[in-house]
């Protein structure tokens, strides 16, 4: 008989959970109908909780083991849970989930970043906020400020970047096809990690292909992305 | 019980199959072991061969059936053969080659029409080089020798753009992952054309990733890719 199973997640100032990483399992659990307690951890909380075994969220807690890193969560829950709808229906899928992340990161995560970056320092928790500029000023090998100085120009090459994206949903409703697929939750998490954050709209409001996915993968599973808290993320 | 299968080819004036699509068919036939015989057609062969009811191959005609489109195709072979491994085993799987393809499409293949538009035309049959040149520098609303103007740099780009393939391919011996599925077709697809009429080697001779899944691939089904008149794709 399995315990609970227990989601270490990231918060900000506002109690919002904003970890893209943390959403693609946010969205994976309620797939696979998984119960689960949430136990929200600042930035500076992660180390200490996790004796630094684990440096980021999401970390799962179940039947006793520590597991970090989202794609060996999202496996571990396909092995262990036989709920719901399974999240890689076969090592194709999980491979072509994880060439879709390959193109994403650099494409359009990493261009997030350098629009948002000081939008998280601004919303994390106060006593986190040192941390954060220290330790991303450190890997950008800049400070904040210039890293988003010319965010304007970056948000226009981050709408370009979604092209794939735009094509394939005016074929399909999710990017998964007919039914939404851990590439949904790839793109859905990290939208909802800059809404969390965001003082600039991501998506241009003609921009209709997108803006109807992001309503779609807003209502999914009982509605789980809606919070009053989330910034606007269409201009 | 059913006829053989035709599948109609684009040749060039070497005999080689000529078209990214239709090597996606070969490959696509081949997992399924379904045997075929080719027409080897050139450009200006296609319209007169189908009474102007295709424009482009592959073209397949089983039954008394004729179906273009490379897509329809790959779906029609799942459908109609029991044989070999299916080309999507789920409807995620199919979605998700298109989305790949959807990202594929304009940032490799285009900028590959880019570096060998016109190597294409210096191959094709005589008889078909008015007809390649007029059609596709109206399309490109350019002469071919200005699209190929700044190749190196295009060629440059293009090695950058296979990014998200090479972080792939350090974790899985194929774009489908263990085994290859159709978006390893996709590529292939791609460099077999480009490797029947180049005369600047598409990859970089240090891009080891690359170099080595091409070989994996040109070795799959008996070696089908293998060609003594494939010109060098690797400088």
Known sequence: MSGPLRLYELVLENGRSASPYVWRIRYALAQKQVAYESVMLGFTD????????????????????????????????????????????????????????????????????????????????????????????????SSLEAVVENRIATLAELREALAPLRTHLRRFPFLGGAAPNYTDYIALGALLWVGSVSTLPLLARDDEVMCAWLERGLELYGGIGRDPRLKPLIE
Request: aromatic fraction near 10%; glycine fraction near 4%; include cysteine.
């Open 46 to 141: 992660i180390p200490r909780t996790f004796s630094g075994r684990c440096k980021t969220v999401p970390v799962i807690e179940h039947d006793g083991t520590l597991i970090s890193d989202s794609w060996d969560i999202a496996e571990y829950l396909d092995r262990t849970f036989h709920t719901g709808v399974k999240l890689f229906s076969t090592p194709a899928e999980l491979a072509m989930c994880k060439l879709m992340d390959a193109w994403f990161a650099p494409n359009v995560a990493r261009r997030m970043l350098h629009v948002y970056v000081l939008d998280v320092h601004d919303a994390a928790k106060p006593e986190d906020r040192a941390y954060f500029r220290q330790s991303r000023e450190a890997r950008l090998q």
